[in-house]
């Protein structure tokens, strides 16, 4: 199965998410922001960075590649679509999620090991998670406060679409103190903090990460 | 030409964490008088003929792209 890795300008974790499928069994196709071409891949992940600098608001000049063109039209049909950190806020910027990722409360970057409960188990990105379950991987963000109105946020709790929650002190003053969501039919998972960088035992905190890309990966299998 | 101004702000019930730490600078500089600050961004564009399509443009660039109507409103006004 092939899972592309967009780079845009100023991406920085692309590499790390394509090391992540390959090491989850599945083969990583790089795409490029100014390609409107997704080379026949049967998933996509945004990964994390600066892309354009964050110039303007994190993600919303992102928005406007040539390649998210086709990732919106993809993420329609149903392909499975993660967006990590950065690509979390290009997902909201590009309305594929609802809500808006904004500075963090406490105004400094943070960059930990951070224990997150899997609240959603069964989107195209979580299957291979049990609902409740623990995991640590790395959280490194500026902007990763998400925000949205009352009635947003009572959407995504009513329907289940909060995927996971961060545990303990709130790192970033996320309302609910939430991680990540899905969208209504749970193909497209935005993320604050990095799997991909869970991988491995020889760096970070461990392999907890590996799930989200071994779940897409087992995903598109059983719809194949 | 003709010069129109986008002003960005984040919306009242969204926390603006620049905005506090400005607020909280003022005290070093010996001020005290200020209650709230609040940042936001402005946009200058150069228009070259401007007519109620071009405003109507304008609009639609100010919601599309330079601000996010989830966390920011947006004021358009010709300059002069």
Redesign the interface.
């Known amino acids: 199965m092939k899972i592309g890795v967009i780079t845009f300008p100023g991406s920085l974790d692309d590499v790390d998410a394509c090391r992540a499928v390959t090491l989850a069994g599945g083969e990583p196709v790089a795409l490029w922001h100014g390609d409107a071409d997704l080379r026949g891949v049967d998933a996509v992940i945004l990964p994390g960075g600066f892309s354009y600098g964050d110039y303007l608001r994190c993600g919303a000049i992102a928005r406007f590649a040539p390649v998210m063109d086709e990732v919106v039209a993809a993420a329609g049909g149903g392909m499975p679509v993660l967006g990590i950190c950065n690509g979390f806020q290009i997902l909201c910027e590009s309305h594929l999620l609802p809500g808006a990722l904004i500075r963090n409360d406490h105004r400094t970057f943070i960059c930990r090991d951070q224990v997150l409960q899997i609240d959603n188990a069964s989107t195209a990105w979580t299957s291979a998670y049990e609902v409740g379950q623990h995991i640590t991987v790395p959280l490194k963000n500026g902007e990763g406060g998400f925000v949205a109105d009352a009635g947003t946020i009572a959407m995504l709790e009513g329907e289940g679409r909060v995927v996971a929650r961060y545990v303990g002190a709130n790192p970033n003053g996320s309302l609910n103190a939430i991680a990540g969501i899905a969208n209504e039919r749970g193909n497209v998972v935005g993320l604050m903090p990095h799997p991909e960088h869970a991988v491995e035992d020889l760096c970070g905190p461990g392999t907890d990460g590996l799930a989200f890309f071994t779940s897409a990966l087992a995903a598109l299998a059983a719809s194949a | 030409m003709a010069r129109v101004i986008v002003d960005v702000m984040?919306k009242p019930e969204?926390?603006d964490?620049?905005g506090?730490?400005v607020h909280g600078a003022l005290p070093r500089l010996g001020l005290t008088g200020v209650t709230d600050v609040r940042q936001g961004k402005r946009f200058e564009l150069e228009i070259a003929a401007i007519d109620d399509d071009t405003i109507a443009e304008v609009h639609r660039i100010a919601e599309t792209?330079?601000s996010?109507p989830?966390?920011e409103d947006y004021t358009v006004r010709v300059d002069g």
């Open positions: 984040p969204i926390l964490p620049q506090k730490a792209l330079l996010n989830v966390i």
